[in-house]
């Protein structure tokens, strides 16, 4: 990929500007879903937080902060350019954000992800 898009690359969004705050995810299938809401009620129940809505489960590659709307469709275009091939990931660390009292499930270990990521730029 020739055109690499990052946070910092981006403009900060002026006041008045129409912006959302953008990152690029993977969603997981229905059945990894559920899984994964499982899982998050199972760690909010023991740790007294709360756990994240199943349609709202995902797995940032990227967060790219406050982003203007006019400029989604580049972000839109390095999306589409990254390959759609399966793989295999495996969850291997756990921990919370304090401020939202929100459990979160990640990757400590390579994997395939990463070039996933590094496509992202």
Same mark, same amino acid.
């Given at each position: ?15 008045? /500007?129409?912006?959302?705050? !953008?990152?690029?995810? $993977? &969603?997981?299938?229905? +059945? *990894? ?18 756990? /994240?809505?199943?349609?709202? !489960?995902?797995?940032? $590659? &990227?967060?790219?902060? +406050? *982003? ?15 390959p ?17 009292? *929100? ?6 270990a ?12």
């Open positions: 990929m020739d055109d690499r898009v990052s946070g910092d690359s981006l403009p900060a969004t002026p006041a008045g /500007v129409p912006a959302v705050r !953008a990152f690029f995810a $993977l &969603a997981p299938d229905d +059945d *990894v879903r559920e899984s994964l809401a499982q899982f998050g009620r199972d760690i909010a129940r023991k740790s007294r937080g709360r756990a /994240v809505s199943p349609e709202n !489960a995902h797995l940032t $590659l &990227a967060f790219l902060g +406050d *982003v203007a709307r006019a400029r989604l469709p580049v972000l839109q275009q390095v999306g589409d350019r990254v759609h091939a399966g793989f295999v990931v495996e969850f291997d660390a756990l921990g919370a954000w304090r401020a939202s009292g *929100v459990a979160w499930q990640g990757l400590l390579f994997s395939p992800l990463l070039n996933v990521w590094w496509q992202l730029g």
